[in-house]
């Protein structure tokens, strides 16, 4: 099955947190996800410093199939290409220079089976309908910063999509008093898990979907 995950762990132990990538504890649960689900195609909305790029190339390689999408306009670098995305695309990235809005209201239809969304923060949950349409029946969708105050746009897409079945969980940094919750039935086969994480006075928050038919609540030390 691929490679082993050793180059993983060790990018895992470079990660420095700038206030922009996403945090080790949903980097693992993103990896995770990757890993069990195998998807074919894959589209990141936000490149940022190119860690989660990192990790889902990585989770590529051990799978042995799939592809990767990766979409920024470079916003948070001043519109230029930071250093190192050359390096994305020659261990297989294809790097698409476009606004995430553009991007996806141009994007055909039922195009992608799994997709991390940490993009427009400003405007990325005006156009949820967009991230459906563009990913498969049974695809697994990831939003950062849904419960984030300075991001009021993204704090809507939990109810955007709470016509699907989904989780929701929080986790305090230790990891302690993680709770899941789950929801309501869909027609379609898409599945959603909403998720936030404290650490200090920063907060970061998600959204997924994933395939799980029946919920409940549970506490873990």
Known sequence: MGTDLDPYLRL???F?????????AHNVFLMGALLSRKPDDILELGIGTGFVTQTLLAGIRFNGRGRI???????????????GTDKLRQTG?????????????????????????????????DWVHEHL???????????????????????????AVSHLP???????????DVREAGC??????????TSSTTVGEGRVASATTKRYPTCETRAVA
Request: with cysteine; net charge negative.
């Open 69 to 83: 999408t990766c979409v920024d306009n470079w916003f948070d670098w001043g519109g230029k290409e930071p250093a």
């Open 12 to 14: 895992l132990s470079t």
């Open 133 to 159: 349409r563009v990913t498969r029946n049974d695809a697994f969708l990831f939003f950062h910063d849904t419960n984030s105050e300075e991001w009021p746009s993204l704090r809507g897409i939990p109810s």
């Open 184 to 193: 309501s039935s869909s027609t379609r086969s898409r599945y959603c898990i």
């Open 93 to 125: 990235a294809k790097v698409v220079v476009e606004s995430e809005e553009r991007f996806l209201r141009t994007c055909a239809a039922d195009q992608y089976d799994f997709l991390v969304s940490d993009a427009d923060h400003m405007h990325g949950g």
């Open 166 to 176: 989904h989780f929701l969980f929080r986790v305090a940094v230790p990891m302690r």
């Open 16 to 24: 420095r947190d700038d206030g922009r990538a996403i945090d080790i």
